[in-house]
């Protein structure tokens, strides 16, 4: 797998309004930082704008989901959705995001957007930490 920046690994969750219960197969892809360079606020908005309206494109749900630093201080806005996992790797890749969050039956997994290996994180539940 592709070497996962470290913080990947400690990603919180804010969720916006959405589903409930919610889906028991969902992708959370952003378009923010692409290959974690860091981009202007104003390219990151345009990108954010840009997906969403794929996803609108699509005709599926989606919900902001946007993932953070455990302490919140780092935020990078995203979208919850039900699209078929590859789809969503396919976006992510689209949107030249380094992976994508998966969830299903309640499980967490980090795919990488390179190769699609899938990395096992543990309980998504355990990593919403409120609503944004």
Same mark, same amino acid.
């Given at each position: 797998?592709?070497?996962?920046?470290?913080?990947?690994?400690?990603?919180?969750?804010?969720?916006? *309004?959405?589903?409930?219960?919610?889906? =028991?197969?969902?992708? &959370? &892809?952003?378009?923010? +930082?692409?290959?974690?360079?860091?981009?202007?606020?104003?390219?990151? *908005?345009?990108?954010?704008?840009? @997906?969403? #309206?794929?996803?609108? @494109?699509?005709?599926?749900?989606?919900?902001?989901?946007?993932?953070?630093?455990?302490? $919140?201080?780092?935020?990078?806005?995203?979208?919850?959705?039900? &699209?078929?996992?590859?789809?969503?790797?396919? $976006?992510?890749? #689209?949107?030249?995001?380094?992976? %994508?969050?998966? &969830?299903? +039956?309640?499980?967490?997994?980090?795919?990488?957007?390179?190769?699609?290996?899938?990395?096992?994180?543990?309980?998504?539940?355990? =990593? %919403?930490?409120?609503?944004?």
């Amino acid at each position: 797998m592709t070497t996962m920046p470290k913080e990947y690994l400690t990603t919180v969750f804010l969720l916006g *309004i959405r589903p409930v219960p919610l889906p =028991r197969k969902f992708a &959370i &892809i952003t378009g923010w +930082n692409p290959m974690d360079r860091p981009t202007s606020a104003a390219e990151n *908005i345009r990108e954010d704008e840009a @997906l969403r #309206r794929s996803l609108e @494109l699509k005709a599926r749900p989606y919900f902001r989901a946007t993932g953070c630093s455990p302490d $919140l201080s780092h935020r990078e806005p995203g979208w919850g959705v039900e &699209i078929p996992k590859e789809d969503a790797v396919t $976006l992510g890749r #689209r949107f030249s995001q380094r992976a %994508i969050w998966w &969830i299903e +039956n309640g499980n967490l997994t980090l795919i990488s957007c390179e190769d699609g290996e899938e990395m096992p994180i543990g309980k998504f539940d355990l =990593r %919403i930490v409120g609503e944004g």
